[in-house]
Structures are given as C-alpha cells and as structure tokens.
C-alpha cells in the first residue's frame, strides 16, 4: 500500500521527467503546467498580501485630500 505522500512524489518525479523528456513540446509543456500547479511549485496560485491599515477613516481622506491638492497643484 502507498501512501499519499509517496504517490505524490512518484507523480512529481514522473511529471519532471517528461517535462524534460517527453517526444513532443506539447507533452513537456502540460507536464510543466501540471508541475506548475503542485503545491511544492504553487506557480498558478493566486496570491493576496493582506496589509494591516490602522489608520481612521478621518486620517485617510486628510491624506487623500492632501495627495489630491498635490496633484492638481499649479506649478510655479
């Protein structure tokens, strides 16, 4: 009986093989795609960086306000 953890890396050291070695570009392509999506690779995972903003909502639009007289200030 395998184990899930041995399967996987069977499965992994099969689809690096092939991405190397397969015949055709579009067998080593889809094994690199298939590579890609493991979790050890994690290429196509979608990533969002949660940032922590302590700041008030009062805080925020001075800040906006400010960034936006900047912007459309008149040179001198």
Known sequence: MHS???LRQHVERE???LSTK???DQARLRALELLGKTEKCGIFLERTAELA???????IQ????????AAFEKPV
Not at 62 to 69: C, K, N, Q, T, V
Request: net charge negative.
């Open 4 to 6: 899930g953890l041995s």
């Open 53 to 59: 903003d302590d700041r008030s909502p009062n805080e």
């Open 22 to 24: 397969a015949d055709t």
């Open 15 to 17: 689809l690096y093989a």
């Open 62 to 69: 001075a800040e906006l306000e400010a960034r936006l007289r």
